[in-house]
């Protein structure tokens, strides 16, 4: 069920949605101080291409006052905006019964595209 899930929400958007992300990821790449950026850009489109079958946990990894830095920076250039929108994508797809585990999926991006530092994608 979750690559029939995968299938479908790369054919309505996420596909793209991914080419985005890694577009910023290297963008960010080309400096050295963009760097830990990019890579969590990478990440969040990693997640975009296959979200169902998924799980975000916290990490042990990375979890001091750099991380807590890094994440404001997020926030601040473009973090709140990325999980808004998911946000609003899925209040419409909550609507419809069809659309409910595609909604699920979207809260899972927003809280990976809210603060993306401390936080790792494991298979459920």
């Known amino acids: 069920m979750n690559f029939l899930g995968n299938i479908i929400w ?37 997640l975009e291409l296959s979200p169902f079958g998924k799980k975000i946990v916290s990490s042990n990894r990375g979890v001091g006052c750099l991380s807590t ?14 999980a808004f929108i998911h946000l609003i994508f899925a209040a419409i797809l909550f609507i419809t019964i069809i659309g409910i585990p595609f909604a699920r999926q979207h809260l899972k991006l927003m809280e990976l595209s809210l603060m993306p530092f401390g936080k790792s994608v494991v298979y459920e």
């Not at 596909?15 to 760097?35: D, E, N, P």
């Not at 830095?69 to 990325?82: D, K």
Request: hydrophobic content about 55%.
């Open 10 to 46: 790369l054919v309505f958007g996420g596909f793209l949605a991914a080419l985005g992300y890694i577009f910023g990821s290297f963008i960010l790449c080309i400096s050295i101080v963009g760097l830990p950026w990019g890579m969590q850009c990478f990440k969040i489109a990693g």
């Open 69 to 82: 830095f890094c994440n404001i920076i997020w926030l601040l250039s473009g973090g709140l905006y990325t």
